[in-house]
């Protein structure tokens, strides 16, 4: 079936560092990926997403990109803030379906 | 213009009792989804509704559970005879291509 796996544990980081979260999939075809955020006491928000192999999606100084051969689609700031801590959950929605099948999710916290 | 949006935004009832819970999607969103977050679980799917209809109601875990969309706007999920397991984050989205999902602030609800 279709599945997302995030790297284990919250992620606690100083301002202005580089942030990774690793995302890997399992899915039949070619799905799109997604990564959503959710700011503490608010819904989920898109962050960016990517249709195809090898396209990067890209919004408010995030990015990932779409990685067929290793399945991945882990997301990258290089300079975070405070403003960053949430929790992100990749997830990817596979052509033809209906359902997002979302990862674990990781807590980021950001420190001044 | 205005987003997905849920009430109550908090619930908490008795375990035994029935609740409601609303979802008013996106103007002219044809596509509406329900999923549950819960600690133990993370971000699972409920139900799919495209129009009034519901293709796909694969995800919803017993028969306690049920939805309905009326006008292909407004939908209600319905728990009865709820269960301390029921606790949970219950998130509503709607989507206009099928792609994309917007999600609403989400509905607490917490049974005692």
């Known amino acids: 079936g279709n599945s997302v796996t995030q790297m284990e544990g919250p992620v606690t980081l100083s301002e202005e560092a580089f942030l990774t979260i690793n995302c890997t999939y399992t899915a039949t075809g070619y799905p799109s990926l997604f990564w959503y955020v959710q700011y503490p006491g608010e819904g989920l928000q898109l962050l960016l997403k990517a249709t195809k192999a090898d396209d990067k999606g890209s919004n408010k100084g995030f990015e990932a990109t779409y990685r067929k051969e290793t399945t991945s689609f882990h997301l990258e700031k290089g300079s975070v803030q405070v403003s960053d801590s949430a929790v992100y959950f990749c997830a990817l929605l596979r052509y033809g379906n209906n359902r997002l099948a979302f990862g674990k999710g990781n807590q980021v916290v950001v420190i001044p | 213009g205005a987003g997905v949006s849920q009430s109550p935004s908090n619930k908490v009832t008795e375990k035994g009792k029935d609740v409601e819970l609303r979802c008013d999607p996106i103007s002219g969103h044809t596509a509406l989804y329900w999923y549950r977050q819960s600690l133990g679980q993370g971000l699972e799917f409920l139900i799919y509704?495209?129009?009034?209809?519901?293709?796909?109601k694969s995800g919803l875990p017993s028969d306690r559970f049920s939805a309905e969309r009326t006008g292909g706007s407004v939908s209600t999920l319905t728990i009865q005879r709820t269960q301390q397991e029921d606790s949970a984050v219950y998130l509503c989205?709607?989507?206009?291509?099928?792609?994309?999902?917007?999600f609403g602030p989400g509905t607490r609800l917490t049974v005692l």
């Open positions: 509704f495209q129009g009034n209809s519901a293709p796909d």
């Open positions: 989205a709607s989507s206009s291509r099928m792609i994309e999902q917007f």
